[in-house]
Every structure is written in structure tokens, then in C-alpha cells.
């Protein structure tokens, strides 16, 4: 993404360039032409940045929901083999408080 942003500056910056240096060798349509590819080269490159960031954190939001989904499981797990029922209840509703206090924490709108 930021190579096809450098390539479209340079693009436009090097028309910009020979437009001035060598105004007989520049066609009006060559540089027309010249300013909007660059242009639209910078375009798909920003766009191009913006998808990689939003699939990073779309991604990164579906590894924590497993991680979550793991971590109530071996919970639930290892509460369940606890003999006791009263401290296999207090245990569990703990588990269910902490888990209540971390969906809380979670912000998916970044």
C-alpha cells in the first residue's frame, strides 16, 4: 500500500518535473493523462491501507473472541471438578461475574 502511495506521488511529482524542464517534450495530453493516473494510483493505494487496517482488526477481534471462548471453557472445566458443591457454585458464579466484567471491557467500535 504505501509503495503504490510513493509510486503515484513520484508519478506526479516527476510529470510536474518535465513540465517544466522540458516543456517541448510534454504533450498536453501525456501530462493530462500523467496527473490523473498518479492521482488515481494514490487513490488505490489509500484505499488499499484503509481494507489492510480494518482485516487486521476484524482479525484481530475474531483470535480474542476464541481466546475468550477458551479461556470460559477451562474454566467451566476445571470448576466442574471440584467436589464441593457450595464452592463448585460460589467458583462457577464467579467465573460468571468475571466474564460479565470483561464483555463490559470490551470496545468493538474502534
Known amino acids: 500500500g504505501k509503495t ?3 509510486l503515484g506521488t513520484f508519478i506526479i511529482v ?3 518535473i518535465l513540465m517544466f524542464f522540458k516543456p517541448k517534450m ?3 495530453i501525456i501530462l ?3 496527473l490523473i493516473g498518479g492521482a488515481l494510483v494514490d487513490f488505490i493505494g489509500a484505499i488499499f491501507i484503509s481494507m489492510y487496517s480494518k ?3 476484524s482479525a484481530n477481534l475474531s483470535q480474542y473472541g476464541m481466546l475468550e471462548t477458551t479461556q470460559a471453557y477451562l474454566g467451566n472445566v476445571l470448576a466442574s471438578q471440584i467436589q464441593d458443591d457450595k464452592l463448585r457454585e460460589d467458583t462457577l458464579s464467579e467465573l460468571a461475574k468475571s466474564l460479565i466484567k470483561k464483555e463490559k471491557n470490551i470496545n468493538f467500535n474502534d
Open 55 to 57: 482485516i487486521i482488526k
Open 32 to 34: 493530462i493523462c500523467s
Open 14 to 16: 516527476g510529470t510536474i
Open 26 to 28: 510534454v504533450n498536453d
Open 4 to 6: 503504490i502511495v510513493l
